[in-house]
């Protein structure tokens, strides 16, 4: 159903992507056989709000997460997580600070003699 690339969400309107997410909770809606008083109901928001979420109007975040929540459609979340990314350059540093080897040390932290064969 996501056949939309980055570069036409950039270009989109506020209104048309409204309208995009409205299609979408749409779709999902009718395809699980579900109502809008069925799907209103159980998220706690107004049929009305789910309706004016369907035609694109502008309608809260927290409505939208509970009829998403309700339609088991929470993974599109995925799209917000952060993640901890590590430049290639700090890769670099961090691999060149790695330990190559290791060794044996006593109780009073000096290495100990070799044995001699």
Request: charged share 30%.
């Amino acid at each position: 159903m996501n056949d939309i690339s980055y570069n036409e969400w950039v270009s989109m309107s506020d209104k048309a992507l409204c309208a995009s997410i409205g299609k979408f909770v749409r779709h999902h809606r009718l395809n699980q056989n579900k109502t809008q008083d069925e799907v209103s109901e159980a998220s706690g928001i107004s049929r009305s709000t789910l309706s004016l979420m369907e035609r694109g109007e502008k309608v809260t975040l927290s409505s939208l997460i509970q009829v998403l929540r309700v339609l088991d459609l929470l993974y599109v979340m995925d799209a917000f997580k952060v993640t901890n990314e590590i430049s290639p350059i700090e890769y670099a540093r961090l691999q060149k600070n790695k330990r190559q080897r290791a060794r044996n040390h006593d109780k009073e932290g000096t290495s100990k003699e070799e044995p001699t064969w």
